[in-house]
């Protein structure tokens, strides 16, 4: 189930959106999806606040008082990682829209091919979200642990602690060097080796100041000092170089 947010105060682009979305389920019956629509952000975030967040954010970026951009940035600051597709009528805030890590960026009026398109790429990218995940043999047994919910690893005495979305996570006491017990990871470009022992997952990074990693749920990654300049560089290219987005 694809669960889709749009976010447009002008009615006829909201509706003209949802009948897109409507016809692109149709044509790939084996795909269901649920549409939710919204007239302004403040509404669609008190939604996302109350209840969980959806999979894609379809918004237009000249909302009233909270703009498509900064709605965005408000999202992930509450930690919520849905893709993000910005709808717009002129190319001036395409540089924004790579601060809240966006999929993608249409111009209005949204071409039907060119949305399914994107949608395509959207699906493909959840879907391998979902299925991708490292096993940690653990003192209670196997745990199998998604990606996308790894913050970052290191290197604790002879363990190897993993900071999830859900809590602290450690495996049973290792035997060979931290970097080929991090290779399942480290084969995921969304993981970057910082020093010897320390790996830290991209996509939960929305900035580097310094010697410091800022992630998505507020807090800050010290990084090893040898290794920030190198982090801060790879972490850009990670986001320039997405083969899915813009």
Not at 158 to 187: E, H, K, N, W
Not at 220 to 239: E, H, I, Q, S
Request: with cysteine; net charge negative.
């Amino acid at each position: 189930m694809l669960r889709i947010a749009i976010c447009d105060d002008e009615k006829k682009h909201t509706e003209q959106t949802a009948v897109l979305l409507e016809e692109y389920f149709r044509q790939r019956p084996l795909l269901e999806g649920e549409i939710e629509t919204f007239q302004n952000s403040r509404d669609l975030l008190e939604r996302v606040g109350d209840r969980e967040g959806f999979d894609l954010y379809i918004l237009d970026i000249l909302l009233p008082e909270i703009s498509g951009i900064d709605t965005g940035r408000k999202l992930r600051k509450m930690g919520d990682r849905g893709e993000i597709i910005y709808l717009t009528h002129t190319n001036d805030f395409a540089a924004d829209s790579y601060d809240v890590h966006a999929f993608f960026y249409l111009l209005k009026p949204v071409k039907e091919e060119k949305l399914y398109q994107v949608l395509d790429g959207v699906v493909e990218k959840l879907q391998r979200r979902q299925n991708s995940a490292v096993v940690v043999n653990t003192t209670d047994g196997p745990r199998r642990i998604l990606m996308e919910d790894i913050y970052y690893v290191e290197r604790v005495g002879r363990i190897m602690r993993y900071y999830c979305t859900d809590g602290t996570i450690d495996s049973q006491t290792i035997r060979v060097p931290f970097r080929q017990m991090a290779a399942p990871l480290l084969a995921d470009r969304r993981f970057c080796l910082c020093g010897a022992s320390f790996v830290l997952n991209f996509q939960h990074v929305i900035g580097v100041n310094k010697q410091e990693a800022l992630l998505d749920d507020g807090r800050r990654v010290t990084l090893p000092r040898t290794a920030a300049a190198d982090f801060k560089m790879a972490w850009g290219n990670y986001w320039l170089e997405q083969p899915e987005g813009m």
